[in-house]
């Protein structure tokens, strides 16, 4: 089984930045640091009584800053936290987007299924997610604990760093293993 997850919201209400809040924070720079925090909403709200999750997936990643605290994740190598806000007739929430973490190229291109790789280096249309451990371990186990694919988007967690998440018991939070990426 491999070290490394994806985090995925499990249900509830579905969460991204204000589109009013971009110019705090350009999808096209993360490198930049909002002046304020960014604000956030909720794009998809169940019927009914919900919890409100504490990760979010859109533009990044994000976790509650409850969660990033407990989890003592505020210093984690290459990874700057920027602070976002979710307020609603349910709870007034802080959160942080991991923002400026490292690009690892890590992607096993034999053992992954995909359409194709760009000359670039991204690969596209990923439908089975098989890791390098060659590529992996000649880079510092602290220096990648957080990271971002250098041949995708997505945002890859060290199973240390699972469990330290996952021992603050996150709503509407989980983590899948690489391989069971689909």
């Not at 002046?35 to 533009?59: H, L, Q």
């Not at 199973?159 to 018991?169: F, L």
Request: hydrophobic share 40%.
């Amino acid at each position: 089984m491999s070290e490394y997850f994806l985090m995925r919201q499990s249900s509830g209400a579905i969460i991204e930045v204000s589109e009013k809040d971009e110019s705090y924070l350009p999808f096209s720079d993360w490198a930049c640091v909002p002046t304020k925090p960014i604000r956030m909403y909720e794009t998809f709200k169940p019927e009914g009584d919900y919890d409100v999750p504490e990760c979010a997936e859109f533009p990044r990643v994000g976790l509650a800053k409850r969660v990033v605290l407990e989890a003592g994740l505020q210093y984690t190598y290459g990874v700057n936290w920027v602070p976002a806000n979710l307020t609603n007739n349910k709870v007034n929430r802080d959160y942080f987007y991991i923002n400026c973490m490292p690009e690892i190229k890590c992607v096993d291109l034999v053992n992954s299924e995909y359409s194709m790789v760009r000359p670039n280096g991204t690969i596209r249309g990923l439908e089975k997610l098989a890791l390098d451990d060659s590529l992996l371990s000649v880079i510092p186990l602290n220096h990648r604990l957080i990271f971002k694919m250098k041949e995708s988007a997505r945002v890859l967690f060290h199973k240390s760093v699972v469990e330290r998440i996952m021992a603050t018991n996150p709503i509407n939070t989980t983590f899948i293993p690489c391989e069971y990426f689909v």
